[in-house]
């Protein structure tokens, strides 16, 4: 009996000590430095410096239509359409700071609430450590008064004892009782105690979701207020162009005024020459296609991805004719609804032919060679990362999107926001719908009846089978993202912030993280210690590596996907046995690694991910030369 009540307290203080260590793990990620040292008095100060400079632009364009009206009070058609367009754009930064200024207030509010909220943490977790030392002193003081009389060994009474306290030994023996007794408080000390844990998580949850929210308000405000500048700098450089004389002026505006019958020109122009093998290029356009030709195969299911994800709508089909009477030109391609900023990837192997990428009042695009016959040509990238010369990869990263008027890239006729994409197949403009995968679209009622018949055939012809897949039902990735990390996730790993410390300074997707640690899990063979994950713990020789530390283990992935071995791979299949026949590869398993992680993928991003996603979301960091702290494990990891 006594031995089994010295292992209930035991075990009491041990779930005791084990829970404050819990609350106290738990308080590393809810750490609020990052987001109450932005000051949003600054922010507003800069917004407001922006706004002020915005009048000192309108004054100008007074100035200037008086300088245009002249003598004879007459303005041209010419400056009069173009004005239109630059009011279009002022009015579209009004909008723009009015969004920031609800942006500085919300972070200013989560501020207050993560100050306040963390002074409760800090007061609870003061009064759980006095009680915990309380509970144990009340423990220790029940066991010593138990073991008085008892002889730990045998379980009976040592007569020793009972010699030594023979005095009172009536009141001695009458302890059991109040042992009994003193159980019965200590468990209700350790029921209140845990009840207090338990409001103390929620609590530090409570603040996590604050540091989230918060985060994501000052990416946002970073977002706008970049938005904002560029739209001043493209209106700054208008100004510019109409403060010379007439003749200068139209110059000017001729070589940065790109319309959209302007690119259709030049587009068309530049097939034709290639169709022809007439390359005007400042590199060695041959040797690039031999190295080109070597490379190996996509061996893909379709010829070309696409470039961009998620898909949710289609702003502008092939062959749109209004369109092409609002233009004057014919629409060769489809316009996709992109937020700003979104990962732009090359659709194949292929050589950069073309790249506008600057400054100056314009539209920024992209044109890649690849084999067989087909181009592919990106419009309105905010920014690209290649240059003409460079062989990308299918779901290389190629630049980003952008797309409101008088932002950079967009130039004057982008109306909204998306990423115009183009192919050509020997010279002739193809509808992508008819080469693309259309099961990627996220939600099929937004495409004409024909092309739902066609997402239909290329969601039943997959490789792999997950149409019966249950998607998350967030209707943000972030609430997906929690809510499958609810789900499958154990311990710090279902932890958002954890899983963002574990990708940070990498460039590779968290989702794929988080998914390619629940498929190794799921494989479940390989796992070394607790705090390992997956198959990331063999090493090329197939020798098992154990990771002491859940953080370790898990920035193991994002690590080993930019070593030596991987770093030129961009989508999934490249990374597997499934798709990657010959090259290094991650994970050795045919099928079950790629079936997992397209599974768990598709859930949280609320879409039927392609075997070819591109999972890097921007510049891989050791693209030029991989170091040895990047070269984690080597080419073969999972078995």
């Known amino acids: 009996m006594l031995l089994m009540k010295k292992r209930i307290w035991v075990i009491c203080i041990l779930l005791l000590m084990g829970s404050v260590n819990l609350c106290r793990a738990q308080e590393l990620d809810t750490s609020a430095a990052e987001a109450t040292n932005f000051d949003v008095q600054i922010a507003t100060n800069n917004m407001q410096d922006l706004k002020n400079n915005l009048d000192g632009v309108i004054q100008q364009l007074y100035t200037l239509d008086e300088k245009e009206r002249g003598t004879g009070n007459v303005i041209s058609d010419k400056y009069r359409a173009t004005r239109k367009e630059i009011v279009n754009v002022i009015q579209t930064i009004n909008q723009t700071t009015d969004t920031i200024s609800e942006q500085l207030q919300k972070i200013a509010t989560y501020k207050k609430l993560m100050i306040v909220t963390y002074k409760d943490i800090q007061a609870s977790r003061s009064g759980m450590v006095d009680t915990k030392q309380y509970i144990e002193d009340f423990s220790n003081f029940i066991y010593k008064l138990d073991n008085k009389l008892y002889n730990e060994d045998t379980n009976t009474i040592d007569e020793i004892k009972l010699l030594v306290n023979s005095d009172n030994i009536p009141r001695t023996l009458a302890n059991d009782t109040l042992v009994q007794s003193m159980i019965l408080q200590l468990n209700d000390l350790m029921s209140n105690f845990k009840e207090n844990e338990q409001v103390q998580l929620e609590t ?3 603040l996590n979701e604050l540091k989230s929210r918060t985060k994501d308000a000052i990416e946002e405000y970073q977002n706008e207020i970049e938005k904002l500048q560029q739209k001043k700098n493209y209106l700054l450089q208008f100004m510019k162009l109409y403060q010379n004389d007439k003749t200068q002026r139209q110059l000017s505006i001729n070589n940065f005024f790109e319309s959209t019958k302007g690119v259709y020109d030049k587009t068309v122009e ?100 690849h084999t067989d016959g087909y181009v592919t040509i990106y419009q309105y990238l905010n920014k690209t990362v290649i240059k003409p010369g460079d062989i990308v990869r299918r779901g290389q990263l190629i630049g980003y999107s952008w797309w409101e008027p008088g932002t950079r890239g967009a130039g004057f006729i982008s109306k909204w926001a998306n990423l115009t994409f183009e192919i050509f197949k020997d010279g002739i403009a193809m509808d992508p719908f008819e080469i693309l995968d259309a099961s990627i679209v996220k939600n099929k009622e937004v495409l004409p009846d024909g092309y739902q018949i066609k997402y239909l055939r290329d969601k039943y012809v997959r490789a792999i089978d997950i149409t019966d897949l249950q998607l998350m039902t967030g209707a943000t990735l972030a609430k997906r993202e929690s809510q499958f990390l609810t789900r499958y996730g154990v311990g710090i790993y279902k932890q958002v912030a954890f899983r963002e410390d574990v990708v940070k300074d990498t460039n590779i997707d968290k989702d794929m993280v988080i998914c390619i640690a629940f498929a190794e899990s799921t494989l479940g063979k390989y796992l070394s210690t607790n705090a390992n994950i997956g198959n990331v713990g063999n090493n090329d020789r197939g020798d098992r590596v154990p990771f002491y530390s859940a953080y370790a283990g898990a920035r193991a992935i994002p690590l080993t996907l930019n ?50 996603f591109p999972f890097r979301t921007w510049p891989n960091p050791n693209i ?16």
């Open 624 to 639: 030029d030369n991989p170091t040895p702290e990047t070269i984690t494990y080597g080419e073969t990891l999972s078995q």
């Open 204 to 206: 530090i949850k409570k």
């Open 270 to 369: 530049l097939i034709k020459d290639i169709k022809k093998w007439v390359y005007k290029t400042d590199f060695d356009m041959e040797k690039k296609l031999t190295l080109l030709n070597n490379l190996e195969n996509d061996n893909e299911a379709y010829p070309l991805a696409w470039p961009i994800y998620p898909i949710e709508n289609i702003q502008t089909y092939f062959g749109d004719m209004n369109f092409q009477k609002e233009y004057g030109v014919p629409h060769i391609g489809i316009q996709v609804q992109a937020t700003q900023g979104t990962p732009v990837y090359a659709a194949r192997n292929g050589i950069v032919y073309f790249v506008a990428d600057n400054d100056e009042i314009g539209i920024n695009r992209a044109m890649i060679v």
């Open 563 to 612: 070593n030596a071995f991987l770093w030129a791979y961009h989508t999934i299949n490249q990374l597997s046995r499934y798709g990657n026949k010959d090259g290094k590869i991650y994970a050795s398993s045919p099928i079950n690694w790629q079936t997992n992680v397209l599974k768990c993928l598709s859930q949280i991003k609320g879409y039927y991910i392609p075997e070819d």
